[in-house]
Structures are given as structure tokens and as C-alpha cells.
């Protein structure tokens, strides 16, 4: 029988862009165990003087993340900010109506910053414009940015902390077309108040970046006229919009399931052409780019959240445990991104520990990578330099909700300076491997320097705490360039990534 073919042409001259490395961004939101025995668990033997689990924050660096948001999500739209900074034996306890939960506030924004400090991160930082507004924003901008001398700024001064923060990227709060959001808008009454907050919070300091809320995903019926209503609003005033997505194999179906990124590509595209559409009606020069600031699989764990005690502190909430197939459409999904190079300039993983999470952790015991650690992992790590577009040939299939879906997946990073091709791909395939000839003329003197795939047997296999190795990459892949080709087969239903470098 003869294996199905795929084939691949890359030349150094055929770009989409830049990567910006903070597409390679995750999210910690004070919600489940992501703060509170995620990254901060005080009684853990391998927490610092501050708390922090040094565990947990080896499996971060190693993830290279270069930006993080925080802290929500839901969770901002009913946050009072003041709460979590100041001496943490006077904290306030709240009722924290998104997740119902109770906030004991023992890490705020300081302890927030010190940590992605400690990880070699940038802090992404969202404002409530559910339950607050313009004044609270503007405060903390000058609480977290203005050097002294002033009452916000003073007062994270007398906190301890004397530089400021210099938080660059911020977010004009967080899903506001939801009707679950705490204080939901319309998209008229969102875009007014994201206006006056971008226009103040800028006034505070104008070094900073804003991203304004778009559609908490493509099946909202707001969208994409939430888009273009808010963009109306606050176009002047902001430099990204936020796109948000996760998706779900609830029926079962696997090739359907593997598709799920022609759905995040159909929504980028028109995400660009509504924000280029009021560029052209405002007559603007600037260009508001995409903040893909939450995505993920997120499903396994939705029947186990209806039973969870209201009012309990830090529950193991949206605890999704990974199999090998949500790592091909985590896979899919960096790919996808990467293709978007050219308008997607911020992305973050939601989220990063135990909350439909890389990076799991036990209280008091050790932390583990789910299979979704690795697709993230190797495109952080490799996946930096400029994004080139590939001419692709590859066998298509339809499934349930998509028609003409690739069985190859695929896309490059050139790092010049590094001298280093870097192909990411999925073989989308449920029975066959795929063979792949790739034509690497123009990279003179290239070499393979490894193959690495992430594959199993068993479609549904997981790692978990007692058995967190049982998903892991190999580089045992079969890529081997000589002449100008590159030829390798990619195993059914496997993540790729094939590196090679000038020898
Ligand atoms: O990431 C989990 C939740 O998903 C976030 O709080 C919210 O913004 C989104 O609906």
C-alpha cells in the first residue's frame, strides 16, 4: 500500500512576519487552585520566603513565557484591586461572585509582579469594568507606573516596593458581551467606558499599551458587531482587541475535533477585517492589532465544576487532565497563531497552572506536565524568529463541521540569526501516517538537527500525578534533508517538530 503524501516548499524570502514572542503568553486568573496552591502555597516545602512553590516556577521558565495576564478573566470584573495590596493580616475576605468562591486576597497585584519577576515574565494586567470603572483604572495604572510623589503612588511605596511596577501591556477589562460577566454592557455602553478609562489610564501614563475587549468567542450573536461597535468607540484610544476561544470534543468526534482551528483562523480573519474596516471609515493611519488573550481546550472538567460547594476557598475548579488529542489541537492552535504573525501580537495560553493548565500541581506534593505542556513548550521555545509561508499540498478530509481540512498542518519559524529552521506540524490523520517531502533548496548547507514528535498509541492517554510521564515527546522522527529535500513520515495523529540548522 502506499503512503499518503504531503509536500512542503519553504524559501527564506516568502515571510509573514516577525513572531512577537508574546504570542507565547499564558494567563493566571484568581480562580480553582491557580493562585492559591498553584503558584503560592506558603506551608510547601519548596515555597521561597514569599511563598512562591520554586517548583512550579522551574516548569514556568522552562516554558519560556514572556508575558502573563492577570488577574482575571472573570474573576477582575467584581475585583476591588485595593483589597490585595497593603499588610496581608488586614486583607479582606470577599465573596468572589464569578467562580462563587471566597477571595482571601493574600496575593495582589505586588505579590503578582514579584512572581512573574521570578519567572522572567511581563505582567499583563486587567482593570474591573464590570463592577468599577474609570477612576479605579486610572488609580492603579498610577499605583503600579508613577515613580512617587503622589497619593497611589506613595502608597505602593510605603507597601515596599519603591520602583514601580512598569506594567506596559494592560487590558480594558474582560468579556464584557458576556451576559455571565459581572456588570455585562452593551456593546454602546462597553465601548463608551473603555474610551474614557483608555483615555485616562493613558493620561496617568502614556508609555502604556491597551487591549480592548472583543467577543468572548465566534459563537456570541453580539459577534463580530461587538467588534466593530467598540472599535467605533475607542479606536483612537487602543493598540490591540482581544480575542477569546476554547474548544471541546463533547461528542466524541476526533476528526471534527482535530478541525478546530479552521475555526480560530475564520475568526482572526474577521477579527483583521473589521478592525481594518473602521480604520478605513475613521480614515486612520494606525493599525489596531489582535491580543488572542485566551485560548485553549477547555471541556473535560465541566460536569465536575456543577458540583463543586459554593464559597469554598481556592477548589479544584476548570481542572481539565489532558489526553494526546487535545494536544494536537493545542498544536493546531499555536500553528494558527503562528500563521497570524502578521496581526497576532499578543496570545496567552488559558491559563497556565491547574486551571485548564500546562503545569498541575498537588498541595504539599510535587507539580506535572500535561501533554498540552508540550506542543506549548516547543513552540515557545523554537517557535521564535520570522513566521514563513510555506506552499502546502496535502490530502484533505471534511468532517462534521468543516469541509477541505488539510491532514497536514503545518507552518515555519526562520531564526537568521540563529541559523535555525524550526517546522511545526500536526498530522491530523486517524489511521495512516503521512509521508512529507519538503522542498529546502534556498537553505544551503541546512541539517536536521532533530525530530521531535509527540505521539500515542492511545488517542485518550493522559499523564496525571501518578503517572505524569506516560505522554512525552520522543526525537526519534525519521526527518533527514539531503540535497535540498527534506523527507520524513509523520506518524498518525502526531505533533512535529522538525529542526534543523546551517552546519
Ligand atoms: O479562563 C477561564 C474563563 O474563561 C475566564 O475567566 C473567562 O474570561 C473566560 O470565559
Known sequence: MTMKKSRMVLEPEFQIAEVDNRIYGSFIEHLGRAVYEGIYEPDHPLA?????????????????????????????????????????????????????TIETNQVGTNEFAD????????????????????????????????????????????????????????????????????????????????LEAAKVMKWVDPSIDLVLCGSSGTQMPTFPQWEATVLDHAYDHVDYISLHRYYGNRDGDTANFLASSLDMEQFIHTVVSTCDYIKAKKRSNKTVNLSFDEWNVWFHSNEADTKIEPWSIAPPQLEDIYTMEDALVVGSMLITLLKHADRVKIACLAQLVNVIAPIMTTAGGGAWKQTIYYPYLHASRYGRGRVLNPLISSPKYDSKDFTDVPVLDSTAVFNEEKQELTIFAVNRDMVDALQLECDVRSFDGYQVVEHIVLEHEDIKARNTHDEPNRVVPHNRGSAKANDGSLECVLPKLSWNVIRLRKK
Not at 56 to 83: A, T
Not at 161 to 178: A, F, Q, S, V
Open 48 to 100: 521561597n520566603e514569599d511563598g512562591f512553590r520554586m517548583d512550579v516556577v522551574e516548569l514556568v521558565k522552562e516554558l519560556q513565557v514572556p508575558i502573563v495576564r492577570y488577574p482575571g478573566g472573570n474573576f477582575v470584573s467584581g475585583y476591588n484591586w485595593e483589597d490585595g495590596v497593603g499588610p496581608k493580616e488586614v486583607r479582606k475576605r470577599r465573596l468572589e461572585l464569578a467562580w462563587r
Open 115 to 194: 512572581w512573574a519577576k521570578l519567572v522572567n515574565s511581563e505582567v499583563m494586567m486587567a482593570v474591573n469594568l464590570g463592577t468599577r470603572g474609570v477612576d479605579a483604572a486610572r488609580n492603579l495604572v498610577e499605583y503600579c507606573n508613577h515613580p512617587s510623589g503622589t497619593y497611589w503612588s506613595d502608597l505602593r511605596v510605603s507597601h515596599g516596593y519603591r520602583e514601580p511596577h512598569k506594567i506596559k501591556t494592560w487590558c480594558l477589562g474582560n468579556e464584557m458581551d458576556g451576559p455571565w460577566q459581572i456588570g455585562h454592557k452593551t456593546a454602546d455602553e462597553y465601548g463608551r467606558v473603555a
